[in-house]
Nanobody
Framework: QVQLVESGGGLVQPGGSLRLSCAAS????????MGWHRQAPGKERELVAA???????NYAKSVKGRFTISRDNAKNTVYLQMNSLKPEDTAVYYC???????????????WGQGTQVTVSS
């Protein structure tokens, strides 16, 4: 059983930056794809970014050029660097992994508890 724990969320002003981390209790090296999803109030959960073990990535159009996903298999950690944040980025951000996951949005079975990101002046 793999547990995912997110951290790094918080309140930031528009234009600011945050870095989210997702630490896995087990090895993530066996998961080809890991991703970050987010859910804003009243909206469905959506893919933000995903990365394969080989380093291929996919980003939602709304975050492309502002967010960067990376992974460190030795530390069993996935990161999401978020720059130029906008109020519409406000959401709970979830880490996701599992054998079924793909960088095109299919979700794996494992989810973290989520971390709140609020972008507001």
């Amino acid at each position: 059983q793999v547990q995912l724990v997110e951290s790094g969320g918080g309140l930031v002003q528009p234009g600011g930056s945050l870095r989210l981390s997702c630490a896995a209790s087990g090895s993530i090296s066996s998961f080809n794809t890991m991703g970050w999803h987010r859910q804003a109030p009243g909206k469905e959960r959506e893919l933000v970014a995903a990365i394969t073990s080989g380093g291929a990535t996919n980003y939602a159009k709304s975050v492309k050029g502002r967010f960067t996903i990376s992974r460190d298999n030795a530390k069993n950690t996935v990161y999401l660097q978020m720059n130029s944040l906008k109020p519409e980025d406000t959401a709970v951000y979830y880490c996701n992994a599992g054998p079924q996951a793909t960088i095109w949005g299919r979700r794996g079975r494992y989810w973290g508890q989520g971390t709140q990101v609020t972008v507001s002046s």
